[in-house]
């Protein structure tokens, strides 16, 4: 099996932009379990405010601002929802 794009986004949304990539892939990126790579990001005026991957050796993780955090994935619709989430709790903050 080779790589299987799932997802691919870039779109205005909110105050910022968002970006990512979600792939299927053969076999997990160490030292993750699974078989998701990810990289999503929502960047508003140039900053990130929101991050979620799982680079190959830092496994999967999330960053909130300038804060980097462990993750969990659960399924591909979880990871979703939950980046999300956090996006509108970045909105929410600027009102």
Not at 17 to 25: K, M, N, Q, R, S
Request: charge should be negative; charged fraction near 30%.
């Amino acid at each position: 099996m080779k790589a299987k794009l799932l997802s691919r986004i870039k779109e205005v949304w909110g105050s910022g932009v968002i970006e990512g990539v979600i792939w299927e892939l053969p076999d997990p990126v160490p030292p993750s379990e699974h078989r998701v790579k990810y990289r999503l990001v929502y960047i508003v005026n140039g900053v990130r405010g929101v991050g979620y991957d799982n680079e190959r050796g830092n496994g999967d993780h999330k960053h909130i601002r300038d804060t980097e955090v462990p993750y969990v994935l659960c399924d591909v619709s979880t990871l979703i929802g939950d980046f999300m989430s956090d996006i509108q709790e970045i909105e929410n903050e600027q009102t």
